[in-house]
């Protein structure tokens, strides 16, 4: 057994869990809200009148045995009635209805009694404001009434009170006359009263049912037996709804509401918690040292707060201390710059004044210049007044067009500091970088994972980023996906990381087929890493990626079609020919169609491949076929009119769609923005688990079918040992069509156009940061074979 010392000591370090967040006290009579969180009744009932509720109707308290008259004893004349205590919200109860004010409008008080008629609105939703959870946490129209109350909170309570001696206070009778009042050494626990031995055995005569109350140690706050229903009456809670969370008696669960929900007898659901919340603690204690360890890390990472909190001062103090010298040198170099130019403009003007002053009257070159008219002697006047004359025209000339030699209003010598001010109003400590924002657009899963992100115009500069990233509902490791250990070990072993990516954008390779992968980024810079930004979902193709280029030996009509030179993309136009031939046919229309195909040729195994048409494409059909066919259809072509090469159906005549043959070709056809998924028989299901295909057929094309807009990345994935070809949304990998496809012999990818339009292969990621064209290949390992070769 433990000693009593520790056990104190356990008690004590309770405490904390036992206060209320209203009042910071010790919680009494707590009742559990919906967000779970235990407060006392009267905090919740004041909190919610002070916030303009109604007052709320809590359940009266039992009366005393002296109130009930036919219990009354012979004693009891000379004994007073005991006066129970009145409590605040007893008192805001009695007060009646309150006057409308701002702080507590006049409420209709929905929900709060029976018989509520319907032309009164709908009722009052309580919203209660929750201090742990930070929110506000809906109530309900009837308010604290739908509350329980937490009777193992206030068992615990009681225990923690006596152990920590909190409870030394005597508890005296309540049926004592005041001057000689006992110590109470029984309670009842449905009188709900203290007694002393003397006042039990009045109170309680044998004989009476009174005597099969049952007794207690005296207590201040008296608790119910059990829980009852808030809404039926007397009606024991004996089950649990998990999917409320909810305890119900046997009427409640009757509800609709609950219909389709799991719910559980009490003592069921109670074994289950038990079991669970034990496991939890039996695996904290089991972990004590890393418990020890964490708070030694904590206590040390506090230190360590403390004194960089003091050295971020001092930097702070130092930063300050540069500015103000930066500003004081530049300050003085300003001044210097000002009293230079201040001693310029002096000079210049003084010698102006002084100029000025020399053309008065009696001084200066006018005195001069008098004496020199004084002059006889012709030549000697002749020879000195040159000089005379020139400084008398120079004199006039500035006379006649006066101006300052300086300006005096120093104009150009004030400062535009609004820029500085307003880097100074928002001098701040360095930030770490805002969640990045990733680019829909550009991010794509092919032959391996393109992430291309950007950060928001108002955040900081990053230095560097993480990239992580894991593979959606497994953990590595082996972990189960549930259960505590589960959950620890996809926390530890879930996210794979790039670390100091530069750039916006990041490749990443050796990836699993099939497979959705989940992706976040983050920036680091000076003050540490950033937000994470929002989690983007790739998933990657369903076989390994076919990397071809478009063949152009097969003669391509040049003045309809054409290939770029990196041989990935193709461009149909209407040539002259087509423009003749309409020329002559006013009713109708003959259309040619330039087929195209792709340099590999496939023997075995699954591929995927994608590419993207323009939307303004007239039609254009993708899809794959046999090379033999292929190579027939492109030298001897055929009206499209003509069913014996539909490349939709790939039937040569009625006598195969007997003998339910592969057909020879598998296109589906796009077209002005939209693509059509042909109807089909149900000869033949898809096999991709619980991703069904919009549409799904090995059969001819029937006249009905749907269209749906043109994805911007259209997916074909052909599995040759099965000869079925997939067609999906590139984008989602959502399969949009299936369809079946003779692989006799080699297959390979085609496409073709009638009319105008555009296609482009997807390049891989791995060639996007190649210079150079790309080394055209033939051949895929043993399994493709070249064009040429057959």
């Not at 004030?414 to 100074?424: A, F, G, P, R, Y």
Request: charged letters at 20%.
């Amino acid at each position: 057994m433990a000693p009593r010392f520790q056990v104190k000591s356990n008690m004590k370090s309770l405490e904390h869990e036992l206060h209320c967040h209203v009042c910071k006290d010790i919680v009494k009579q707590p009742v559990v809200l919906p967000c779970q969180h235990s407060v006392c009744l009267m905090c919740a009932s004041e909190v919610l009148v002070a916030n303009g509720y109604p007052p709320p109707e809590l359940p009266p308290e039992p009366n005393s045995p002296a109130s009930t008259p036919n219990t009354r004893s012979p004693r009891q004349a000379r004994r007073p009635v005991p006066k129970a205590e009145q409590r605040p919200i007893d008192r805001v109860l009695r007060s009646g209805p309150h006057p409308p004010s701002p702080s507590m409008p006049r409420s209709p008080g929905y929900g709060t009694y029976p018989g509520r008629r319907r032309k009164e609105g709908p009722p009052l939703v309580m919203m209660f404001p929750c201090v742990p959870c930070g929110r506000d946490v809906e109530m309900g129209e009837k308010g604290l009434t739908d509350c329980l109350r937490n009777l193992t909170l206030e068992r615990i309570v009681e225990r923690y009170r006596h152990t920590v001696s909190l409870g030394s206070v005597a508890v005296m009778c309540q049926f004592c006359k005041p001057p000689q009042a006992l110590e109470a050494t029984k309670g009842c626990a449905d009188c709900r009263a203290n007694f002393c031995n003397e006042c039990f055995k009045l109170y309680h005569p044998w004989g009476t049912p009174r005597a099969q109350h049952e007794h207690i140690l005296p207590t201040l706050n008296f608790r119910p037996k059990v829980l009852t229903c808030p809404e039926h009456d007397q009606e024991k809670l004996q089950f649990y709804c998990r999917s409320c969370q909810r305890l119900l008696c046997p009427l409640c669960k009757l509800r609709r509401i609950h219909t389709g929900h799991k719910i559980l007898p009490v003592a069921q659901a109670y074994q289950a918690l038990k079991e669970k919340i034990t496991k939890e603690m039996n695996y904290i204690l089991s972990n004590q040292d890393t418990v020890l360890a964490q708070i030694t890390q904590l206590e040390s990472a506090i230190t360590q707060t403390e004194v960089n909190s003091v050295s971020a001062r001092e930097q702070l103090a130092q930063s300050i201390r540069d500015l103000t010298a930066a500003l004081a040198e530049r300050h003085a170099s300003l001044t210097q710059a000002l009293e230079v130019a201040r001693q310029k403009r002096g000079e210049a003007l003084a010698a102006q004044v002084a100029e000025r002053r020399g053309l008065m009257e009696h001084a200066g070159l006018m005195a001069f210049t008098q004496e020199l008219l004084k002059e006889t002697d012709q030549p000697c006047f002749v020879q000195a007044s040159r000089q005379t004359h020139n400084r008398l025209c120079k004199a006039i000339e500035n006379l006649q067009h006066f101006t300052l030699a300086a300006d005096p209003s120093f104009r150009h010598f004030q400062l535009d500091v609004s820029k500085e001010l307003k880097l100074l109003t928002e001098l701040n400590f360095i930030q770490a970088p805002f969640a990045p924002v990733i680019d829909t657009q550009r991010t794509l899963a092919y032959d391996q994972l393109f992430l291309c992100w950007r950060l928001p115009q108002d955040s900081a500069p990053a230095w560097h980023f993480s990239v992580e990233y894991r593979r959606r509902g497994v953990v590595p490791g082996g972990a189960s996906r549930g259960g505590l250990r589960g959950g620890l070990a996809a926390a530890r072993w879930g996210w794979q990381r790039l670390d100091e990516v530069s750039g916006t954008s990041a490749v990443i390779d050796r990836l699993e087929m099939d497979s959705v992968y989940v992706l976040r980024v983050r920036g680091c810079n000076k003050a540490g890493y950033g937000e994470y930004s929002e989690e983007v979902y790739l998933h990657t193709p369903p076989a390994p990626v076919l990397n071809f280029y478009l063949d152009s030996r097969w003669g391509l009509h040049a003045d309809r079609l054409v290939v770029s030179k990196e041989q990935r993309c193709a461009r149909s136009v209407p040539g002259l020919s087509l423009l003749q031939a309409a020329d002559h046919a006013l009713t109708s229309c003959h259309l040619t169609s330039d087929l195209l195909v792709g340099d590999v040729a496939i023997t075995q195994g699954r591929h995927y491949w994608a590419c993207s048409v323009e939307p303004g494409s007239y039609l254009v059909k993708v899809g794959v076929g046999l090379e033999s066919k292929l190579q027939e259809w492109f030298h001897l072509p055929q009206d499209m009119a003509s069913p014996r090469y539909d490349p939709d159906s790939g039937h040569d005549s009625g006598a195969e769609d007997a003998l339910d043959s592969a057909p020879p070709f598998c296109f589906l056809t796009m077209g002005m923005g939209k693509i059509y998924l042909p109807q089909h028989s149900n000869h033949h299901h898809s096999s991709h688990g619980n991703r069904d295909p919009i549409a799904n057929s090995n059969g001819p094309s029937s006249p009905t079918g749907v269209t749906y807009p043109l994805p911007p990345r259209l997916g074909v994935c052909l599995d040759f040992e099965k000869g079925r070809v997939t067609f999906y949304d590139a984008h989602s990998l959502r399969p949009l069509w299936e369809g079946h496809v003779d692989c006799s012999g080699p297959v390979c990818p085609a496409f073709c156009f009638i009319g105008g339009g555009a296609l482009q292969l997807q390049e891989l990621v791995a060639n996007r940061n190649a210079d150079q064209t790309p080394v055209r290949r033939v051949t895929i390992q043993p399994r493709v074979s070249n064009l040429n070769n057959n």
